[in-house]
T-cell receptor
Framework: AQKITQTQPGMFVQEKEAVTLDCTYD???????LFWYKQPSSGEMIFLIY??????QNATEGRYSLNFQKARKSANLVISASQLGDSAMYFC????????????FGTGTSLTVIP | EPEVTQTPSHQVTQMGQEVILRCVPI?????FYWYRQILGQKVEFLVS????????KSEIFDDQFSVERPDGSNFTLKIRSTKLEDSAMYFC????????????FGSGTRLTVV
């Protein structure tokens, strides 16, 4: 089974609008962390936001927020007030405390912001 | 802000040749990693390294791969005999503690095997 599933290969959003990128995960480890990374066309991986499995509140970092629904095992990224520079690939990832130190990545969502 | 530095940014090599990809992790970080991303595909874990030894590796990380921390600052990935399917972007990353979310990736080395 896939650890991380991103079902939206591509998304479009109008500039200044909000957009939600979906991510579901699969784990039996009670201790895990969920992450979102942005990969612009230049290729580097940029950390955006983190949510721990025991965190009670949804994580927020500026225009990024993580809609964490633990019972549904979903960790959707919400980008508010989209900007042209937000156009990139977005990867959801997970680390499990019990099974090691590696990240499991999803297949990514390509976001295009339309002026 | 501290960075993970990778060199070269792009390397082209002939099939069967050995390549060494270099990384300088953040200086106070203790855990080091290599990931790869085949074009258009997801990022895949290769190996993690702690206390001068491999702590975990994936099934991708077979005998043709090796990692080394030859001095106090560099962290290298060696591919002994490159294959066409090794063409990918290779990312180095480092983190301070085992489960700290401060997991910083380098900007990657694009390896092209011809």
């Amino acid at each position: 089974a896939q650890k991380i599933t991103q079902t939206q290969p591509g998304m479009f959003v109008q500039e200044k609008e909000a957009v939600t990128l979906d991510c579901t995960y699969d784990t039996s480890d009670p201790s895990y962390g969920l992450f979102w990374y942005k990969q612009p066309s230049s290729g580097e991986m940029i950390f955006l936001i983190y949510q721990g499995s025991y965190d009670q509140q949804n994580a927020t970092e500026g225009r990024y927020s993580l809609n964490f629904q633990k019972a549904r095992k979903s960790a959707n990224l919400v980008i508010s007030a989209s900007q042209l520079g937000d156009s990139a690939m977005y990867f959801c990832a997970m680390r499990e405390l019990g099974t090691g130190n590696q990240f499991y990545f999803g297949t990514g969502t390509s976001l295009t912001v339309i002026p | 802000e501290p960075e993970v530095t990778q060199t070269p940014s792009h390397q082209v090599t002939q099939m069967g040749q050995e390549v060494i990809l270099r990384c300088v992790p953040i200086s106070n970080h203790l855990y080091f990693y290599w990931y790869r991303q085949i074009l258009g595909q997801k990022v895949e874990f290769l190996v993690s390294f702690y206390n001068n030894e491999i702590s975990e590796k994936s099934e991708i990380f077979d005998d043709q791969f090796s990692v080394e921390r030859p001095d106090g600052s560099n962290f290298t990935l060696k591919i002994r005999s490159t294959k066409l399917e090794d063409s990918a972007m290779y990312f180095c990353a480092s983190s301070e503690v085992r489960f700290n979310y401060g997991y910083t990736f380098g900007s990657g080395t694009r390896l092209t095997v011809v």
